[in-house]
Each structure stands twice: as C-alpha cells, then as structure tokens.
C-alpha cells in the first residue's frame, strides 16, 4: 500500500470484498446445475427441452426479480435489500437438494425458479454499493474485481461437484447445500461492517472526500421506480444486457458442448472450466482497469468506456469458429477468450449505469436492463433445446456464431441511442457544463 492509499484510507475496499464473496456464492450456487447437466440428464432422463425449461424457469423469475428488485433495493437502502435477495436464494438453492426423480423436471424448475428471483437481487445492489463507495474513475476497474468474482464462482462448482458426486450422481444433493452455511456468514460480516460512507466511524474525511472527488451531492428523495423507464439511456444498458444470453449459454449448456462434442465427463470438468474462467477473471479485471487508464490520459467518459467496448467486441468475435475445430483445448481457449471479453464488457456496461444515472437510480436502471438480458436468455434456451433435439449438436455452430458476433451489432445500437453519455441529476434532467 503507498503512502497516498494510508493517508486516504481504504475501507471502501472491505466493502468491495464482501461485494466479491457475495458475487462468488451467488455463481457457485448458479452453476452447479450446469456442471451436474449430464449427469443429471442421464438419472432422471431429460430432453434437451427439459433441460431448457429448467433453464428457462430461473431466467423467468430472474426477469420479473429483476424488474422488481431493483426497484426495492433503491427503496429499503442496499444493506436491508441485499441482505433479502441472499436470503432468498440461499434458501432455494439448498431446496434443489430436496427433489425426487418423481417430479424432477417440476421440482427443478420450481427450485430454479426461486433461486432466479433472489439472484436478481445481487448485481442492482452491488452496482448501486459501488456507486455510493467508489469515484467515478476507479468504478469501472472495482466493478470489474467483484465481477471477476462470478468467474471464482463457477470456477469452484466444477472442483466441488467432481470432489463430493460420483459419476452415477451419489451425492449430487450435497453441492447445493454448502451455499448455505457461506450465505450465513457473509449476512453477518455485511450487517456488522456496512453503513453508507457518509456516516460510516472507519471512513476517513480524506476518503469521504475522494469517495465523492467527482461525483454530485444528492438529496435523500425517492425517486419513482417509472422515472427512468422513459431515458433512452436505460434502454442503452438494457439493449447491452442482451449479450448476457452469451455468458449463461457458457455457464449452463458449456459442460453439455464439451460432454457430446469431446467426451467431458463429471470428472474431467474442472480443469476446462478452471481455464474458462480463469481467463474470464482476467478479462473482467483488465476490462474495468482499462477504461479507467483511458480516462485518467484524459479521455472522456464516453469515449474512453466506448473504445474498452469496442476491444471487447474485437476479442469476442473469434468464439464463432468453437464449433468447427477439433481440438478440445482449442475450443476450450476460444470458449474462455469470448467469456474473458464478455466480462470485460460486462465490468464497463454495468458502470455506463453510474456514470450516467445518479446513484438513487443505478439499481432500478439496473434491474431493468437485467431483464432485458434474462428475457434474451429464455428466447435462447427456447431456441437452442429444440434445434438440439431436432437438429442434434448441429445446432452448437448457430450458437457460438451468434455468441462472437452480436456484441459489436450491440454496441453500434448502443451509441446510436446514447451518443454522449451526458449524465443525468438527482432529477433525472442532463448535467450541463
């Protein structure tokens, strides 16, 4: 730590950490499922329909969770409303453990489906926590760090999994329980360590000063939820959002591709993965850090979260060739450079949202736009379970072309509706010079 860092103080920093262990119990808890797919689908015989309705049930609740839990988070303040959105899925995460072969299709989906809304909670609280705790010049790079932390996540389910269930699926019940106890402790060290940074005793006047060095003063007025329904920045985020089909086509059909393509079985996963996501955590970390280098040369906000965008799109695009080589370590690589430039672009998207919005409204902009996503994600879990059953693994080629290619279609739609960035006041009304 230099002496500038000692003199300021860093207890935004602690806070940024719990923003990471949360973020890496809510994609632990997410990805267990798409690490346990094949062999699930063996022991209770699904389709890859079945498989997508399950899929789609999560995505479902996560949309209306995210339409409405944005908006409650901004309401109860981020300690009360991110403690309720990791209640919640802690506790359906652990009811997966509780279906019977049965109803295992209902029973997963019912499961998914709770997890999905209380999920929904944790990116608008933790994009609304690092507007209220970081400038705006170190939010893209610390958003960017707890986002790398959905990469610790899924890194650690495949590890897990094949550690604990065998390959006939003994033991599969267990992985979703240990959520629990992890979500325990993190609700105790956040209800012990979070106030706002203004009346925070450990925070410093000389970081309470570089915490708000660029940033305007708001008043303590709600905002009404609709209020940023008629921007046409919202819709920006929003419309960026839709890539995030791409990530959770990674996340829950990725062990599947790798299973019928080359062979990848419970016990060979990890690996794979650990190479996937491992890139990916790089890709979030130098993403948020890069346009946070552009903008201390003296680049404009828009110009310099743009260009990082735009090299995103550029690294991406090579994960349409996935479903012609192969290599399985070839398609490993690509799989993980497209999921390392989509977290990149991730880390500078979800930072367009404070820089232009005040931050009494990130979190309903920001569930808003996770709506959009997750609605994307169900038209493409639709799409792709029946091209797989109808057209069989054929139907992966389509998948991966549109995963390298739509993010650069995107961001040329996104500048188109928001071309400047102009930030907007505690009213909502553009910041003029």
């Given at each position: 730590?230099?002496?500038?860092?000692?003199?300021?103080?860093?207890?935004?920093?602690?806070?940024?950490?719990?923003?990471?262990?949360?973020?890496?119990?809510?994609?632990?808890?997410?990805?267990?499922?798409?690490?346990?797919?094949?062999?699930?689908?063996?022991?209770?015989?699904?389709?890859?329909?079945?498989?997508?309705?399950?899929?789609?049930?999560?995505?479902?609740?996560?949309?209306?969770?995210?339409?409405?839990?944005?908006?409650?988070?901004?309401?109860?303040?981020?300690?009360?409303?991110?403690?309720?959105?990791i209640g919640i899925w802690s506790v359906f995460g652990m009811l997966h453990a509780l279906v019977r072969p049965g109803f295992s299709v209902i029973g997963?989906?019912?499961?998914?489906?709770?997890?999905?809304?209380?999920?929904?909670?944790?990116?608008?609280?933790?994009?609304?926590?690092?507007?209220?705790?970081?400038?705006?010049?170190?939010?893209?790079?610390?958003?960017?760090?707890?986002?790398?932390?959905?990469?610790?996540?899924?890194?650690?389910?495949?590890?897990?999994?094949?550690?604990?269930?065998?390959?006939?699926?003994?033991?599969?019940?267990?992985?979703?329980?240990?959520?629990?106890?992890?979500?325990?402790?993190?609700?105790?060290?956040?209800?012990?360590?979070?106030?706002?940074?203004?009346?925070?005793?450990?925070?410093?006047?000389?970081?309470?000063?570089?915490?708000?060095?660029?940033?305007?003063?708001?008043?303590?007025?709600?905002?009404?939820?609709?209020?940023?329904?008629?921007?046409?920045?919202?819709?920006?985020?929003?419309?960026?959002?839709?890539?995030?089909?791409?990530?959770?086509?990674?996340?829950?059909?990725?062990?599947?591709?790798?299973?019928?393509?080359?062979?990848?079985?419970?016990?060979?996963?990890?690996?794979?993965?650990?190479?996937?996501?491992?890139?990916?955590?790089?890709?979030?970390?130098?993403?948020?850090?890069?346009?946070?280098?552009?903008?201390?040369?003296?680049?404009?906000?828009?110009?310099?979260?743009?260009?990082?965008?735009?090299?995103?799109?550029?690294?991406?695009?090579?994960?349409?060739?996935?479903?012609?080589?192969?290599?399985?370590?070839?398609?490993?690589?690509?799989?993980?450079?497209?999921?390392?430039?989509?977290?990149?672009?991730?880390?500078?998207?979800?930072?367009?949202?404070?820089?232009?919005?005040?931050?009494?409204?990130?979190?309903?902009?920001?569930?808003?736009?996770?709506?959009?996503?997750?609605?994307?994600?169900?038209?493409?879990?639709?799409?792709?379970?029946?091209?797989?059953?109808?057209?069989?693994?054929?139907?992966?080629?389509?998948?991966?072309?549109?995963?390298?290619?739509?993010?650069?279609?995107?961001?040329?739609?996104?500048?188109?509706?928001?071309?400047?960035?102009?930030?907007?006041?505690?009213?909502?009304?553009?910041?003029?010079?």
């Open positions: 730590m230099n002496k500038t860092n000692q003199k300021i103080g860093n207890y935004r920093y602690r806070i940024l950490a719990l923003l990471m262990f949360a973020t890496t119990i809510n994609y632990f808890d997410r990805s267990i499922i798409g690490v346990l797919a094949p062999t699930l689908e063996k022991m209770f015989d699904w389709t890859n329909s079945d498989y997508a309705f399950i899929m789609i049930s999560f995505k479902v609740a996560y949309a209306l969770g995210m339409l409405l839990m944005g908006g409650v988070i901004d309401r109860l303040g981020t300690k009360k409303g991110y403690t309720l959105s997963f989906a019912a499961a998914r489906f709770g997890l999905g809304f209380g999920e929904s909670g944790n990116f608008p609280a933790a994009i609304k926590t690092t507007a209220e705790w970081f400038p705006k010049k170190d939010r893209a790079f610390a958003t960017g760090l707890f986002n790398a932390a959905t990469s610790i996540g899924a890194i650690a389910a495949p590890f897990v999994v094949g550690w604990i269930v065998h390959k006939d699926g003994k033991n599969w019940q267990i992985p979703f329980l240990i959520t629990g106890a992890l979500s325990a402790i993190w609700v105790f060290l956040w209800f012990r360590m979070y106030k706002k940074p203004a009346v925070h005793p450990k925070v410093s006047k000389e970081e309470l000063a570089y915490i708000q060095s660029d940033s305007e003063t708001e008043n303590e007025e709600k905002l009404p939820w609709s209020s940023v329904f008629n921007k046409r920045q919202t819709w920006a985020f929003a419309l960026a959002k839709v890539t995030d089909a791409v990530w959770w086509f990674y996340l829950f059909w990725g062990a599947k591709f790798l299973a019928v393509t080359f062979n990848v079985d419970i016990k060979n996963i990890a690996l794979p993965f650990f190479v996937i996501y491992i890139l990916a955590d790089g890709g979030s970390i130098l993403g948020g850090y890069l346009s946070g280098v552009f903008i201390r040369k003296g680049w404009s906000v828009n110009k310099a979260r743009k260009i990082t965008l735009l090299i995103c799109a550029l690294i991406i695009l090579p994960v349409s060739f996935v479903a012609i080589t192969e290599s399985k370590w070839i398609a490993i690589f690509l799989i993980g450079l497209g999921a390392a430039g989509h977290q990149a672009w991730s880390a500078n998207i979800f930072t367009l949202v404070s820089d232009v919005f005040p931050r009494k409204a990130t979190a309903s902009v920001v569930g808003i736009g996770g709506m959009i996503g997750a609605v994307a994600g169900i038209v493409a879990d639709a799409a792709l379970g029946s091209v797989l059953d109808q057209a069989g693994n054929s139907g992966y080629f389509w998948a991966f072309l549109f995963a390298g290619s739509i993010y650069l279609i995107i961001l040329g739609l996104v500048h188109l509706l928001m071309p400047k960035m102009t930030p907007l006041d505690e009213n909502l009304k553009p910041i003029t010079e």
